[in-house]
């Protein structure tokens, strides 16, 4: 592994790696069949609880809990040029396509795409059941799962221009208080993830968690590391939340 500036100045690489070494060292210790079936639930878990969040802000904002809601109160942004998507159709329904996302891509650079795609399997769809069970999106595979894009329909959008228009406005209102850093994503993921790993496991499961924790220090740093740790007492499940002080 090549050499990383240890900060804890947390970026979505945090939240990426995070990820892939928890899935990895799942596959390796407890195998496909039995390891696998336990991460992917861990992952929905992780991901409803997100989409619960965003539809507790936009019940606070006495807004209706529709798919165009759903994509403005989003909880995290992308750098400029890290995402790229194209939207290909946005009537009878609303279908868009990824053709770069910076969890490929980073999980490629380090040579753990088998291991990152088990997020990609669950995690959209968990986000949006978390967010409205009713509503109904089809994840029609993805990049990390051998697709040449990955391709998102939300059933209950009919995209009109006078719509986009709508989200391109509110999505910036509503910023403020949707898109929660980094180091609170990365932290959701330790805690969440690994309650649920060591519900499973009782003990092998804490040597999972406890294993990639010092991974994640080696790579980023004691500083950051202790950052992590700290999110274990936080309630994912409340809208406002505030971030460990850095």
Known sequence: MKEKKKNNAFTVEHHVLLVGWISREMIHRFGEEKGGKVLLEAIKHYARQRGK?????????????????????????????????????????FKVHVLHCPWESIWKEHGMLEYGKYYCMVADKAIYEGFNPDLKLDVNGTRTNGYPQCEFIFRDLKASLGKLLVFLIRKKRVAKKAVMPWDYHTGHIFKTMGEAITSAFGKDGEEVMAKVLEEFKNYFGDEAAAILVQYRKTDFDAKKNRRMKN
Not at 56 to 79: F, I, K, Q
């Open 53 to 93: 969040r965003m539809a507790m802000r936009v019940a606070a904002d006495r807004r209706e809990l529709t798919a165009l809601n759903y994509l403005c109160y989003g909880e995290w942004t992308s750098e400029k040029g890290s995402l790229v998507t194209k939207v290909i159709h946005r009537t009878p329904n």
